[in-house]
């Protein structure tokens, strides 16, 4: 469109550098420092006792297991209820609006804050102890966080996480949900589909291509859940990012700090080529 | 079709009213904290209701030493974030959005891929060159950290906003006497606006919240997030929970301002 | 006001070849339409000529000032698109000035002319609307409106009239034809609609796959096709083309279609043994229900009341047509009819080449 002279991938070119360099920069240059600190010793020699001392602590297999742990509790509950959310939003009835903005407020709530916002709940005096008396069934407050039961403490980690981030996946399915809902659900209803039918044939494999980004970003999230366990657990439950924090800020290990973050991102580039193969879509599934 | 049964209506109802108390309640309950006295946190029966209404508490968060500084420092990391994603990654989505070129879908990929690498990943490297740098401890640091967090996010959104500014308008005005620069300024600009203020202002809210990189990248310098979770384990719960109302209330602010860009920006970024 | 020419346009996306060396000349004051089916070029043709896309190879003229490299708003043109691309951060009136305010023309002068092609397309009492509370067809007459206040030297539009419904069509259709005779501006006007085609434009040129296949007034388009493309592509229903092969009779070459013989009338060169395609259309078929010397008997298949007249499909051997019977003309299916072809009606086409070989006598068609 211009005098005929620049060529005209010129100015896309320019126009995505900056923002190119700046993720370059910020993301593949700290990944390479990550391998080099993580491969060698703190006096600077090449080595693998970042990884021996990672492996070797009392913490880095409860760390891994309670991730995990967590990842396979997590998604789940947040699937279904961001569904349940995104179907009820979507409905044609009076206040289905105002119920959709309701259910993405926890979009704005930070993991740590969510963690202290379920701190009110789970505590020994907490609102959950408050309630249980008020209706009658106990005396003394119940201990639901307690150093010799991590299980009380990562079931509390899994509450407060599907209350927080299931507004994420719901936004990520109402996007897709929009375009299934319209005439595919009156379709599967002519011909006599009941909800379940119309969820389980219709919803779910029209829903793939926005399950298959909910659960991509879920799950990578999930992988770095760290501020919501410590607001819930001080230091009792270790989970992969935990760990680097304290190696990094407790420690002053910069090596084994890098190892775990080395350890997130392998299981997270595991994750996402495992959901885009499981989840494949092909392109003429999509209809366009 | 028949019509909807009241059965149905009730069950809708129950179920959607069931799922907003699910989110709400909890909000209430901190916030209720927080505006109770400082003893209440402790006292065994309390009510559920706001009997006893103090600022006691969150004068005490308030004034107690690093908060407003604390403060001051996040609302700097957020804002710069905001400027320096919406700088570098606006005209990047504006050239995802508008025009074809060989390895686009791949540029699309790649910016997707980012989000791959966990704060973890980005922080602890950097905090050892900024160390080197002399940017170890600023706002700025931790500011850079996270336009790398939101700036495919930023990129993606501000892609969606433009994809949905037809070409056509931009062209029908350059047929009208505007060369390209002022075609895309008097026209897709103004439209696409309230969507670019909307991803800014979400931007925002990203980094007012991130904790992980800041915690690690400043010691005195700390962000809000960074200076409650270092004090955490040494401070009354009155103080954690008023920390995290603290937090809380003007990302909740923002979101209802942008509400009604929610889903459009949160649903194509998911692609 | 001035003419369009185009001197060996070639364009290019990637490797798929969108025109190839389009050379054309539009007249002064000429209402031109491009027409042709999907993906065939007419669109980018266009663009190409309002500058939105930027030409391979060849030259483009306006008037007499080559405008090949010149941007947009260097080429003294204006643009109605399908979309209309109404501003929808403008009201109605900040819409029609847009252009003019550019060309920082005076306010004073603005609001005359604004006013102006206001009246001309009825939006007086909507200059204060946003474009969101308009119909389709009052915002396709802000686009319209918002390009003639510019007083182009050309008008180009592409679909102007395909997202509108039937009837407004319609009536939208006459305004432009009313418009352009009250300005006698130039106008390029893209439709992938041959009726629309047919009732709009001086001259229509026929585009497929990249190429002009035929410039011409829209009756010698209709009568004389220069391809089987062409023949089929405009006139509902189609021009009928009736495959059959050339034999050598007593008096010269002959058709032989079906086991019938039909004399051959060619100006061209045609041989023993060349397939042929005999062209006519519908309504110049002449039907008898009784059979006379020279017809050939077709049988009916299907009848298709359409008011105006009775569409008749038709079985002649293996090949089917299509013709037409004044309405109360009593056919059922099964029945017989006798079918001959005026000479001066055939269109005479290569079958493998797919083009029209002239007839014998001048001014036959």
């Known amino acids: 469109m211009g005098n005929g002279k620049a060529p005209e991938w010129l100015l896309p070119l320019a126009l995505l550098a900056p923002a190119a360099l700046f993720l370059t920069f910020f993301i593949a240059i700290p990944s390479v420092q990550a391998l080099q600190l993580a491969f060698h010793s703190s006096s600077g020699s090449g080595s693998l006792e970042p990884f021996r001392r990672m492996v070797s602590d009392t913490r880095f297999l409860p760390a891994l297991r309670n991730t995990l742990i967590l990842i396979a509790l997590i998604i789940p509950i947040q699937l279904v209820l961001a569904l349940t959310m995104a179907l009820i939003a979507q409905s044609r009835r009076r206040g289905a609006g105002f119920f959709l903005y309701v259910y993405a407020i926890p979009l704005a709530i930070s993991e740590l804050a969510a963690g202290l916002v379920w701190l009110a709940i789970f505590t020994e005096r907490g609102y959950l102890n408050v309630i249980l008396h008020g209706l009658g069934w106990i005396q003394r407050p119940v201990i639901f966080l307690s150093y010799e039961r991590p299980l009380g403490i990562l079931l509390a980690v899994v509450v407060a996480e599907a209350w927080r981030a299931t507004a994420i996946v719901m936004v990520t399915l109402v996007a897709g949900l929009q375009m299934i809902l319209g005439e595919y659900w009156e379709a599967a209803e002519v011909f006599g589909a009941n909800l379940i039918q119309k969820i389980r044939y219709v919803v779910l494999p029209l829903l793939r291509p926005s399950l298959q980004a909910a659960l991509i970003i879920r799950t990578l999230f999930a992988f770095q859940t760290f501020a919501v366990v410590v607001a819930l657990g001080g230091g009792v439950l270790p989970v992969l990012a935990s760990e680097a924090y304290n190696w990094y800020v407790g420690a002053h290990n910069p090596h084994v700090a890098a190892a775990y973050a080395l350890v997130i991102l392998v299981l997270s580039a595991i994750t996402t080529g495992l959901y885009l193969r499981l989840l494949r879509v092909r392109p003429e599934e999509l209809g366009r | ?271 | 006001m001035a003419g369009v020419r185009l001197e060996g346009v070639r364009k290019t996306f990637g490797k798929v070849v969108a025109l190839r060396e389009i050379s054309l000349t539009v007249e002064d004051g000429e209402f031109f339409v491009l027409l042709g089916p999907s993906g065939c070029g007419k669109t980018t043709l266009l663009r190409c000529i309002a500058g939105l896309e930027r030409v391979d190879r060849g030259r483009i003229f306006i008037g007499n000032r080559e405008v090949t490299g010149l941007p947009p708003r260097r080429r003294n043109i204006a643009m109605v698109f399908q979309s209309y691309a109404v501003f929808p951060h403008m009201k109605v009136y900040d819409n029609i000035a847009f252009g003019l305010r550019m060309r920082r023309v005076p306010e004073a002068e603005v609001r005359r002319r604004v006013e102006r092609a206001a009246g001309m397309l009825q939006l007086e009492g909507l200059l204060d609307r946003y474009p969101a509370q308009l119909s389709g067809g009052q915002r396709q007459r802000v686009a319209v409106a918002r390009a003639l206040v510019m007083q182009p030297e050309v008008l180009l539009m592409d679909e102007p009239l395909s997202n509108l419904d039937a009837l407004l069509r319609l009536h939208a259709r006459a305004e432009l034809k009313r418009l352009h005779q009250e300005t006698g501006m130039t106008i390029i006007y893209v439709t992938h609609d041959q009726v629309e085609a047919m009732s709009l434009g001086d001259r229509i040129a026929v585009m497929r796959e990249g190429e002009i296949v035929q410039v011409d007034a829209p009756m010698r388009i209709y009568e004389a096709p220069a391809t089987v493309f062409v023949g089929g592509f405009i006139g509902n229903p189609p021009m009928n083309f009736l495959q059959g092969v050339v034999e050598d009779g007593e008096g010269g070459p002959v058709f032989h279609l079906e086991g019938h013989r039909i004399p051959l009338s060619l100006a061209g060169e045609v041989s023993s043994g060349q397939q042929l395609l005999l062209g006519i259309r519908a309504e110049h078929i002449r039907v008898n229900d009784e059979s006379h010397p020279g017809a050939l008997p077709a049988e009916v298949l299907v009848v298709e009341p359409l008011g105006a007249q009775l569409l008749i499909t038709a079985r002649i051997g293996t090949q089917t047509l299509k013709l037409s019977l004044p309405p109360g003309h009593p056919v059922a299916p099964g029945q017989l009819l006798w079918l001959s072809f005026p000479a001066e009606a055939i269109r005479w086409m290569d079958a493998r080449s797919g083009r029209a070989i002239p007839a014998s006598a001048p001014g036959s068609s």
């Open chain 2, 1 to 271: 079709m028949k019509g909807r049964s009241w059965v149905g209506d009730v069950l809708w109802y129950a179920g959607a009213i069931a799922l907003a108390l699910w989110v709400l309640a909890p909000i209430y309950l901190i916030g209720l904290l927080a505006f109770s006295p400082r003893m209440a946190v402790y006292r065994w029966p309390r009510p559920l209701l706001p009997l006893e209404l103090s600022v006691e508490t969150m004068r005490f968060f308030v004034t107690a030493t690093g908060t407003l500084a604390a403060t001051w420092n996040s609302i700097v990391v957020a804002l710069f974030t905001m400027i320096l994603s919406l700088i570098l990654g606006a005209p990047a989505g504006y050239a995802l959005a508008r025009f074809f070129f060989p390895g686009r879908e791949a540029v699309r990929m790649g910016i997707l891929m980012t989000r791959m690498f966990p704060m973890a990943i980005l922080s602890i490297p950097l905090a050892v060159t900024f160390i080197r740098m002399g940017l170890y401890d600023t706002p700025w640091a931790v500011a850079l950290v996270h336009t790398a967090m939101a700036l495919p996010f930023v990129i993606l959104i501000t892609a969606s906003v433009f994809t949905a500014i037809p070409r056509d308008l931009e062209e029908a005005a350059m047929t009208l006497g505007c060369s390209p620069l002022s075609a895309f300024l008097r026209i897709s600009l103004p439209l696409a606006l309230p969507g670019l203020a909307a991803a800014a202002l979400f931007t925002f809210v990203i980094s007012w919240n991130e904790v992980f990189a800041a915690a690690i990248l400043t010691l005195r310098q700390r962000t809000l997030p960074a200076l409650v979770i270092t004090v955490l384990n040494e401070s009354p719960l009155y103080f954690r929970f008023a920390g995290g109302f603290f937090m809380v209330a003007p990302a909740l602010v923002i979101l209802l301002i942008i509400r009604r860009y929610l889903f459009h920006l949160w649903g194509v970024s998911g692609r």
